[in-house]
């Protein structure tokens, strides 16, 4: 206890240093509203997007327009998704890794999961929020929403405001935020599958602090802050608009719901984390099955259904591109689950409920960055080839790189989110039955959908997925140094044979 003390101690004072560090970058100006924006308008020599990559936090002018009244639907919806969203975390993904490892590591891979979750959204609401979604720069936000400061508007007496995709359209900030806030989580808890059975409970934690403080955050910010749809009034304001934008969204990155976002930046987190954590000891020579399988379905049945949220949830609205990301993520769920278990029996002959289980958070991983930014079509596509990728990605790729990860991260959300980053790029061409482009957007810049690219927008996917994966691996690399050589990374022999419920925790997850 006094060494987990000692690291959250450590932690916190790494945070603050960290915080006065950004705190040079220019904080965003006082607003008496705040809107939640997406990734759709772009550089006006660049294709825009077609629906939003996820939302994001920017100023409205107080007196450019009456005010506006949230949605109650919408806002329902959105206080749902994020419900979900927190199903998808614990106990889904909690159960879905705890029936991977060894009985005796079943509960401090639940401890992992369950009390990381609790710390991101603590410091989400801190400063999280504000390093993402605010205006700063092209790569950190600002300070306006330090301890969620700002989110009453003392003015108009009541909650600040958050955009959704359509002008006019608003709910809730404190909504939004707190949806965001389940995004944070369980990037952050998708991690600790690499390095499962073998670290330290407190390095897990101070390791978290850091990465998403330098790695999540930022990558947020420069994917998903825009100034927001009512932002642009006119073409004469474009370029100014779209230069307060993130790095990536001035690229014209499409992200719906976080491909590079969550699952690229989490696998190369845990990849790292899987070489420099070292392998499990009797790794290759010594069996180590899932424990229970069963648990692993009901977790990842739990994943799809709270996946609908994450997808869905990423509208922002009630409307016709939530019921498409709704639909593409049942969709293309189902055809990585057929495509996984295909690839087995061609393999083995046989076809596993371990793999149905991981074709199933294939093919969510996949559609998560396409979602409501492809057709039905593209979205069947997407899945289908999700299973097959991950699949090699888990086999084949895991024996070339050497490293123990040990529930097969960044094999499914590596492979996963890169897949369908890049995928987005071509099937949301509208000659593709992609949306294309919003109608808002046509308006403001006078780019028609018969001048998207595929071939641009792929390139443009890219340059996103390869910003992501050295934004993160650099991160992670230093934030795991800084641990090991403060606190240590791995738990002893002794202790790592014993198991971590016991050794880590005093506790058994079954009492025989």
């Known amino acids: 206890m006094k060494k987990l003390l000692a690291s959250l101690a450590l932690g916190l004072s790494l945070l603050t240093s960290g915080v006065a560090v950004m705190a040079q970058a220019p904080a965003a100006a006082p607003a008496a509203t705040s809107v939640a924006a997406p990734a759709e308008a772009k550089p006006a020599d660049a294709a825009p997007a077609t629906a939003p990559a996820a939302a994001v936090a920017a100023p409205v002018e107080a007196a450019a327009a009456p005010a506006l009244v949230p949605n109650k639907g919408d806002t329902a919806w959105m206080m749902t998704s994020t419900i979900l969203v927190i199903l998808m975390v614990v106990p889904g993904l909690a159960l879905f890794y705890g029936g991977l490892v060894r009985s005796k590591n079943m509960l401090s891979v639940l401890m992992q999961v369950m009390v990381t979750f609790s710390l991101i959204v603590v410091l989400w609401f801190i400063y999280g929020y504000s390093l993402a979604f605010t205006e700063g720069n092209a790569y950190f936000g600002g300070f306006d929403r330090l301890f969620m400061a700002g989110i009453w508007d003392n003015a108009a007496g009541t909650f600040a405001n958050a955009a959704t995709f359509s002008k006019g359209v608003v709910i809730p900030e404190i909504v939004f935020a707190a949806f965001q806030a389940t995004f944070a989580g369980i990037t952050c808890a998708l991690i600790v599958g690499a390095f499962a059975e073998r670290m330290k409970f407190s390095a897990v934690l101070l390791f978290m602090v850091i990465w998403f403080t330098f790695s999540y955050a930022p990558i947020a910010h420069m994917v998903w802050f825009w100034m927001g749809p009512d932002a642009y009034t006119g073409k004469e304001v474009v370029d100014a608009m779209n230069a307060k934008g993130g790095y990536l969204w001035q690229s014209g990155a499409l992200d719906f719901a976080g491909g590079t976002v969550v699952h690229i930046n989490a696998a190369v987190a845990g990849l790292v984390g899987a ?165 808002d957007w046509v308006t403001a810049t006078g780019i028609t959908a018969a001048d998207y690219s595929i071939v641009s927008q792929v390139w443009i996917q890219a340059k996103a997925v390869f910003i992501t994966v050295v934004w993160s691996g650099v991160v992670s690399f230093i934030a795991y140094k800084v641990v090991d050589l403060t606190i240590g990374l791995r738990v002893s022999e002794e202790d790592e044979r014993e198991g971590l419920d016991i050794t880590a925790h005093g506790e058994t997850a079954y009492n025989r």
């Open 275 to 439: 070489y420099m954590v070292g392998k499990r000891i009797g790794y290759g020579k010594e069996a180590m099955a899932p424990h229970s399988l069963t648990l692993t379905m009901v977790g990842s049945a739990l994943l799809w259904v709270g996946w609908f949220g994450f997808n869905a949830g990423s509208a922002l609205e009630a409307n016709g591109f939530a019921a498409l990301a709704f639909i593409n993520t049942l969709g293309a769920t189902a055809a990585a689950v057929l495509a996984w278990c295909l690839g087995e029996a061609l393999m083995r002959g046989k076809a596993s409920m371990l793999g149905a289980a991981s074709g199933a958070v294939a093919g969510l991983v996949a559609i998560t960055p396409a979602a409501g930014n492809v057709g039905i079509g593209g979205g069947l596509i997407i899945g289908f080839i999700a299973g097959f990728a991950c699949l090699w990605g888990v086999n084949g790729l895991k024996k070339i790189l050497g490293a123990d990860d040990s529930l097969d991260v960044f094999g499914v959300h590596g492979i996963g989110g890169i897949l369908g980053a890049l995928l987005t790029g071509v099937f949301n061409s509208p000659s593709l039955g992609g949306p294309g482009f919003v109608a």
